[in-house]
């Protein structure tokens, strides 16, 4: 069992910056891929970036390649998304997800936090 929360959302103007973090509970945390993935209004949640239990295998989506990095401290149970460069169209609710390998189906990801707000303004 893995419990996740997320943190470090809020409002920024175009072309800022913000890091999320991502909080796991539980000594497994290490054993685990982990992912990022968002939800605009009126959209279906998408995949944004994932990494492996080790931090050595990372992969992105193409929207934020670039733009987004993905990183994790096993020692402090914790996973981070550095966003930079942020666009109007990254609003969304941030999610983190722990799954078995870094996958990008969301259907992969077995445990989930309950999101954190990003709100870009143009």
């Known amino acids: 069992q893995v419990h996740l929360v997320e943190s470090g959302g809020g409002l920024v103007q175009a072309g800022g910056s913000l890091r999320l973090s991502c909080a796991a509970s539980g000594r497994t945390f290490g054993t685990y891929s982990m992912g990022w993935f968002r939800q605009a209004p009126g959209k279906e949640r998408e995949f944004v970036a994932t990494i492996n239990w080790g931090g050595s295998t990372t992969y992105y989506a193409d929207f934020v390649k670039g733009r987004f990095t993905i990183s994790r401290d096993n020692a402090k149970n914790t996973l981070y998304l550095q966003m930079n460069s942020l666009k109007p169209e990254d609003t969304a609710v941030y999610y983190c997800?722990?799954?078995?390998?870094?996958?990008?189906?969301?259907?992969?990801?077995?445990?989930w936090g309950q999101g954190t707000q990003v709100t870009v303004s143009s």
């Open positions: 997800a722990a799954a078995r390998g870094p996958f990008d189906k969301e259907y992969e990801y077995d445990y």
